[in-house]
């Protein structure tokens, strides 16, 4: 077996995104569903329902007593919170523990990464009147997912996949592709479609290191920016760095200046202590 082979089979032992929480997902793109009809579905997930509570208690709403139902904290945090919340809770079992050691990212900055990407992704939304803001904060919390299962064959490759990112002056992910046959974010984009997300989230999380990413479709192009823009702040950088060589002028395309990166990026910090946390980033 081909070692880009072996890496393919991983595919297919995936653990399977849970139910609940793309029932709960399907259910809130109905306005007129209520939080009966949602607290009927969470129940039956403990860890989602732990987590909503969790987020509804939390300082950050300064809510005067303890919420400790399941349809008060629907009411109280609202669908847009809710979902964000049950995308985070259901993702994070794919991200804990050493996951991002073969590119060189400590155990926990995987994840803060991806979580960094996906609040970038849902406050540049702003500027994108195409990208919904729950597809936004998803897609960009599932971009490097990839990563987490590629992580063990970069670590046995690594000393070559470095060697061709100096010698041929390619982006590291172009070194791993030659390497192994297949990159992180195309390996991301084939567990996304085993998970039966949207063709538009797949193909942004497949194409987020392109270098014409930005004159690609919206959500494509939200992510790569978002991405590139929380590497740029030193979060989850890791050995691949600045890979992506985005066509700068792509950014104009959305009526985007420097002055609304610079603000955004400083929203991203503030951003990051609430999701501390509501999303239990280490």
Same mark, same amino acid.
């Given at each position: 077996?081909?070692? %880009?082979?072996?890496?393919?089979?991983?595919? #297919?032992?995936?653990?399977?995104? +849970?139910?609940? /929480?793309?029932?709960?997902?399907?259910?809130?793109?109905?306005?007129?569903?209520?939080?009966? #009809?949602?607290?009927?579905?969470?129940?039956?997930? *403990?860890?989602?329902?732990? @987590?909503?509570?969790? %987020?509804?208690?939390?300082?950050?709403?300064?809510?005067?007593?303890?919420?400790?139902?399941?349809?008060?904290?629907?009411?109280?945090?609202?669908?847009?919170?809710?979902?964000?919340? =049950? =995308?985070?809770?259901?993702? /994070? *079992?794919?991200?804990?523990?050493?996951?991002?050691?073969?590119?060189?990212?400590? #155990? !926990?900055?995987?994840?803060?990464?991806?979580?960094?990407?996906?609040?970038?992704?849902?406050?540049?939304?702003?500027?994108?009147?195409? %990208?919904?803001?729950?597809?936004?904060?998803?897609?960009?919390?599932?971009?490097?997912?990839?990563?987490?299962?590629?992580?063990?064959?970069?670590?046995?490759?690594?000393?070559? =996949?470095?060697?061709?990112?100096?010698?041929? @002056?390619? +982006?590291?992910?172009?070194?791993?592709?030659?390497?192994?046959? =297949?990159?992180?974010?195309?390996? &991301?984009?084939?567990?996304?479609?085993?998970?039966?997300?949207?063709?538009?989230?797949?193909?942004?999380?497949?194409?987020?290191? @392109?270098?014409? $990413?930005?004159? *690609?479709?919206?959500?494509? $192009?939200?992510?790569?920016?978002?991405?590139?823009?929380?590497?740029?702040?030193?979060?989850?950088? &890791?050995?691949?760095?600045?890979?992506?060589?985005? *066509?700068?002028? &792509?950014?104009?395309?959305?009526?985007?200046?420097?002055?609304?990166?610079?603000?955004?990026?400083?929203?991203?910090? !503030?951003?990051?202590?609430?999701? #501390?946390?509501?999303?239990?980033? @280490?």
């Amino acid at each position: 077996m081909s070692r %880009v082979d072996e890496i393919l089979g991983l595919v #297919q032992q995936v653990p399977p995104f +849970p139910k609940v /929480a793309r029932r709960v997902l399907d259910l809130i793109e109905n306005p007129a569903v209520t939080a009966r #009809q949602l607290a009927e579905v969470i129940q039956y997930d *403990q860890a989602i329902t732990a @987590n909503v509570l969790k %987020v509804c208690n939390a300082s950050y709403f300064g809510l005067p007593r303890k919420v400790s139902s399941l349809d008060e904290a629907l009411v109280l945090i609202g669908h847009e919170t809710l979902k964000d919340v =049950i =995308i985070a809770s259901s993702s /994070a *079992q794919f991200y804990q523990g050493d996951v991002g050691a073969g590119y060189q990212l400590e #155990q !926990g900055e995987l994840w803060r990464h991806s979580v960094a990407t996906a609040i970038m992704a849902k406050i540049l939304v702003q500027h994108v009147s195409e %990208v919904e803001g729950g597809v936004a904060f998803t897609a960009g919390l599932l971009h490097d997912i990839g990563k987490r299962f590629l992580s063990s064959f970069v670590a046995e490759d690594f000393k070559n =996949i470095m060697q061709r990112v100096v010698r041929e @002056n390619v +982006p590291f992910e172009e070194a791993e592709k030659k390497s192994l046959g =297949i990159t992180h974010a195309e390996l &991301g984009g084939l567990i996304l479609k085993q998970w039966e997300f949207p063709s538009e989230m797949i193909m942004a999380v497949r194409q987020h290191h @392109n270098p014409d $990413a930005l004159q *690609q479709d919206p959500l494509t $192009a939200l992510v790569a920016l978002s991405n590139a823009l929380v590497v740029s702040l030193g979060i989850g950088a &890791g050995a691949d760095g600045l890979a992506t060589r985005l *066509q700068g002028a &792509g950014v104009k395309r959305f009526g985007i200046t420097q002055s609304d990166l610079d603000l955004h990026m400083a929203d991203l910090v !503030g951003e990051m202590d609430r999701a #501390q946390e509501l999303l239990h980033l @280490n």
